[in-house]
């Protein structure tokens, strides 16, 4: 069974920076896209960026340019490079393994607090 375990969260002032990793389980990982979402308090899940196998990125407009999704298939690990956090990006993190039918495999989350 597939396994998605996120780390790297934390608390940091705005305008600082973390990076998050997702470590994926099984031999699988190289072949499938991969995505980062986050869910704030009261609020639904939204997608951040989507990294595919072929390694195409997608971010939302929220945190292009500041955010930088990548992969590293020897490691089975995703990462989501965060700079400039502002406070509004304060939110529990998710990454998300893609199938035929969208995300297939959770991960637990992350929490991600950014102090103004």
């Known amino acids: 069974q597939v396994q998605l375990v996120e780390s790297g969260g934390g608390l940091v002032q705005a305008g600082g920076s973390l990076k998050l990793s997702c470590l994926v389980s099984g031999s699988i990982f190289s072949t499938k896209a991969m995505g980062w979402y986050r869910q704030a308090p009261g609020k639904q899940r939204d997608l951040v960026a989507i990294i595919t196998s072929l390694r195409k990125t997608t971010y939302v407009d929220s945190v292009r340019g500041r955010f930088t999704i990548s992969r590293d298939n020897a490691k089975n690990t995703v990462y989501l490079q965060m700079n400039s956090l502002k406070p509004e990006d304060t939110a529990v993190y998710y990454c998300?393994?893609?199938?035929?039918?969208?995300?297939?495999?959770w991960g637990q989350g992350t929490q991600v607090t950014v102090s103004s």
């Open positions: 998300g393994m893609y199938g035929s039918s969208g995300v297939e495999v």
